[in-house]
């Protein structure tokens, strides 16, 4: 599969790149090359910009995307449930499922499935996230950002490096990677026992264990056309899903009965390729992407044998883009003009299994509510019944692009537009097959099939202009501004088959024993699983400064969100969720990074303040305009410092310690703001012994043992949280050959 996957991409980028080359020949070396798409120096970028660097990541224990929450002014991604659920929030804006307010770059390639976000990171050389909305040049799902992860290239080592930790919780992390001529291979491990247990069972309900594997391979062709191709492979088992019912204020231990887990096999291969001319240089991307993951979950959370889901997807992603410059800095205009191109499908199968207690309350007891006493009852005969989804999902588009950069002066002018077209459709397959018998009138049971299948299909077209500027109002200081738009994808629902099919088929039993049901369970149909896509505004002015080592950011925005995509659940005693374009928001807020370095002492502050609120949301019961939007902390925060100094009675030996301290919140839970979260501070901390050629290390997070909470949701009525983890402290060692 590699094989034919690298040489197709490969022959493909050889012949459009040499059908775009001039005249001018340029040596071209791999240090040129940005994974960024951006024309300009990371420091002349019109928005905020946040990058972190391998030994900082390093320091700072970060090796998973949710891990730069308030590290990254503004962003809070919690951890809780599995790999699957990464829910992210940026300047107030996210949600708990479907598409995401972040894109996410790894070398150049777009991440196309959400589910492929949370993965471990092994060989990662910076981390750069640009804030504010970046549709011009990324598109879909980049309405508050893009997170562009780089990883090390053949020339940034020569020999090894490695690492290894254990630690709290039997936790063991292990990773390599070989710097060899053209190749980098790297090889990463991680098992841990779990954090919380499952009282119901006796045992952890969140263990982990997982191996991640890269090969990175890069060359200069002709003296001017360099190519990267990259191949990454990862798989997963886990448990998760921590989740302790909530009520009357207090939160319960997790217990629950049946299986949650989650198995992942996730495979990339990307190739991105640069030609440089004297007057033009070309970027071509070009990717290959496969999911494969299954999840078990205990939906009710309960020791009731009440109702379970298993949903296992197939998916699969292929992106192509190119972006066409001129190549001399020195120019007063540079103009830049892209195409990109994406197709995905998705093979879902997400049957629903209830069971004893799920009949009996959330089946019989619903209809009998509605048959008189006197005339008999309902009884299902099956002690489990399946009620069966499976589901075809296809999504492809293509957009066209231009951006111009105007140098004059001390001022910088950034234009852009961009004309995004995507469509997609949905085959859904369902049917549920119960036996029942009316007593006392029926002596035997009857069959009732119910089944229900279709297609729905959209399309929507964006246009998506930006505009900037940037003035050096002197030597270290740039002031900017920007208006940009961006967008997040529409999709398809189909979490809520579930209740469509549980509510067709009482509709159904209960015209096959001639009584009218008045009140259906669920007032959603497959007409109403499809969901717009949510646009947002941004209006920006910051400043970025430096002077010596000390180096310093601000600025304050203000975003107005159209179509405002929210989960929401269907009234009465509703087993599923939905995503829906339900309001109008606005965001209003500031953000602040500053680092400085000074001799041995280094330090680095993040801030950022947040108000959230709905303008114009109601839900069909109540008005909430005017509340906080849920789940987005008001304030992030992060304070990080460290000292190194050298060990006298040795050579080449010093001894350094770090300390840091995140915090968020306040976080508001409902759409209602009756259930908050206060802010709450961790501490984190590092010391390190380091050699000539290896290091020895101890590293805590949470050290303070603060409690506090990850998660809140709804189901069958019910509430339940999900706990942040304890504190965790890991040894471990690191060597570089």
Not at 659 to 687: D, S, Y
């Amino acid at each position: 599969m590699r094989i034919f996957a690298t040489d197709m991409l490969a022959a493909i980028f050889i012949g459009a790149l040499l059908a775009v080359t001039d005249a001018h020949d340029t040596t071209l070396t791999p240090s040129r090359i940005s994974v960024l798409k951006e024309a300009v120096d990371i420091r002349k970028i019109p928005s905020p910009v946040s990058q972190i660097r391998s030994e900082s990541l390093k320091r700072e224990g970060i090796f998973r995307p949710n891990q730069l929450s308030s590290r990254v002014p503004g962003l809070f991604i919690p951890d809780y449930g599995a790999s699957l659920t990464s829910t992210i929030y940026l300047r107030g804006l996210g949600s708990r499922m479907e598409n995401p307010v972040m894109a996410l770059y790894v070398d150049g390639i777009p991440v196309m499935d959400k589910n492929s976000y949370d993965t471990d990171w092994n060989d990662v050389r910076s981390a750069t996230l640009v804030r504010g909305p970046q549709g011009t040049l990324y598109g879909r799902n980049s309405m508050a950002g893009v997170l562009s992860v780089s990883t090390f290239s053949p020339s940034d080592h020569d020999g090894f490096l490695g690492a290894l930790e254990y630690g709290t919780a039997n936790t063991i992390k292990a990773n390599a990677s070989a710097f060899f001529g053209n190749n980098v291979l790297s090889a990463g491990f991680r098992h841990g026992n779990g954090y919380f247990k499952n009282t119901f069972k006796g045992s952890m309900c969140d263990p982990y264990g997982g191996i991640s594997l890269r090969w990175k391979h890069e060359k200069v062709l002709f003296e001017r056309i360099f190519l990267s191709n990259s191949l990454s492979a990862s798989a997963s088992r886990e448990g998760g899903f921590a989740y302790g019912r909530y009520s009357d204020g207090i939160l319960h231990l997790v217990s629950y009965n049946d299986e949650g887990s989650y198995g992942r096999l996730n495979i990339l291969e990307g190739l991105t390729g640069r030609y440089s001319g004297e007057k033009l240089s070309v970027d071509m991307a070009a990717s290959v992407q496969f999911l494969s993951d299954d999840m078990k979950m205990d939906q009710d959370f309960t020791p009731e044998p009440v109702f379970t889901l298993r949903q296992k997807q197939l998916s699969g992603a292929g992106t192509l883009e190119a972006i066409v410059r001129k190549n001399a800095s020195s120019e007063t205009w540079i103009p830049a003009t892209g195409f990109s191109a994406f197709w995905k499908g998705n093979r879902m199968e997400a049957p629903v299994l209830f069971k004893e207690a799920g009949i009996r309350t959330l089946m019989e007891d619903n209809a009998n509510r509605n048959i008189p006493s006197e005339i008999g009852s309902l009884d299902i005969c099956d002690s489990s019944l399946p009620v069966n989804s499976g589901f075809r999902i296809r999504t492809w588009g293509s957009a066209i692009f231009h951006e111009s950069v105007w140098n004059r002066g001390n001022w910088q002018v950034t234009a852009g537009i961009r004309l995004d077209y995507e469509a997609g459709t949905m085959d859904y397959d369902c049917n549920s097959l119960l036996h029942y018998r009316f007593v006392p009138i029926m002596k035997s049971d009857r069959e009732l099939g119910v089944p229900y299948s279709g297609r729905i299909s959209q399309s929507s077209l964006q246009i998506l202009p930006k505009f900037s500027a940037m003035y050096e109002a002197s030597e270290g200081l740039l002031i900017f501004t920007s208006v940009s738009k961006g967008y997040r994808a529409g999709g398809f629902n189909t979490q809520i088959f579930s209740d469509i099919l549980q509510n067709l088929t009482m509709n159904a039993l209960m015209d096959d024993l001639g009584v009218h049901l008045d009140r259906p369970s669920v007032s959603v149909g497959a007409a109403n699983t499809k969901y717009s896509p949510e646009t947002a505004w941004n209006y920006e002015i910051g400043l970025r400064g430096s002077k010596s080592k000390f180096k310093a950011e601000a600025s304050v925005y203000l975003m107005d969100v159209r179509n405002q995509q929210l989960t929401v659940f269907p009234p009465g005693m509703s087993t599923g969720r939905m995503m829906t374009n339900a309001g109008r928001s606005r965001s209003i807020g500031g953000e602040m990074e500053a680092s400085w370095a000074s001799g041995r002492f280094d330090c680095h502050i993040s801030l950022s303040g947040c108000d959230a609120r709905f303008v114009e949301f109601n839900d069909g019961n109540n008005d909430w305009s005017g509340k906080h939007i849920p789940y987005a902390p008001a304030t992030t925060t992060f304070l990080g410092a460290g000292y190194w100094w050298p060990v006298s009675i040795f050579n080449s030996v010093s001894f350094r310690i770090d300390g840091g301290i995140r915090g968020h919140g306040p976080v508001w839970w409902n759409e209602a703001n009756t259930i908050k979260e206060a802010f709450k501070v961790q501490l984190n901390g590092r010391a390190a012994l380091s050699f000539d050629k290896w290091e020895i290390f101890v590293r805590g997070t949470n050290l303070t043992g603060t409690e506090g909470m990850a998660f809140y949701f709804k189901s069958v009525g019910k509430e339940f949280f999900s706990k942040t983890k304890p504190r965790i402290i890991l040894g471990g060692i690191t060597i570089n050959i």
